[in-house]
Every structure is written in C-alpha cells, then in structure tokens.
C-alpha cells in the first residue's frame, strides 16, 4: 500500500464518521448521542479491521508471504526449465524413490 492510498484511506474514515453523524442527528438523534453512537460505527470498524489483520498474520496470508511464495515459486520454475531431459529424469527417480521411502517406513 502506498502512503497516498493510507492517506486516502484515513480521509475517507474520518469523511464515514461525519457522514454517520449528520445522518444520526437528520435522523432526530440528539447530537450527543449522535456522536457516541459514531464512536461506536468507528472503534467497531476498527476492531473489526484490527481482527481481520491478526487473522492474516495468523494464517501467514500477508503481501509479504505472497510476493515471497510467488518469488521462490517463479525461481523453481525457471530452474525446472533449465534443467536437461536427462536432469528431470534424475530429479523424477529421486522423488518416485523417496516417495517409495516414506510409504515403507
């Protein structure tokens, strides 16, 4: 994410809870209760995101992890194509040999 987009992101935030607040109080909800019930939408919202954060850092589904599973993922590939017939059939016998290991053991 770039910093213009965490900007935007805030702005935008900032611009729902205003929102909320005038549409509370046109509603005929008294300002007061009008603003705790906005600081409710809001520290709701960001308990919610703060959730969905910690469930990504959990499961290790973060920009990070992907573009690092995709970095490893492109440089097996472009190892595999560079490899000879006669390398891929050493690399299949020693799989289809360890494979035979583990369903021994």
Known sequence: MR????????????AAGGLIYLVLQVV??????????????????????????LFRVM?????YNQQLNDYEEAVLQKRLAEMTPEELAQLQAEIEQEKADRTDK
Not at 59 to 63: E, F, L, V
């Open 3 to 14: 910093r213009i987009d965490a900007i935007g992101i805030t702005i935008g935030v900032f």
């Open 28 to 53: 005929g909800i008294d300002g007061t209760d009008a603003g705790i019930w906005t600081q409710a939408v809001l520290v709701g919202g960001l308990v919610v995101w703060l959730l969905t954060y």
């Open 59 to 63: 499961s290790s589904n973060m920009t």
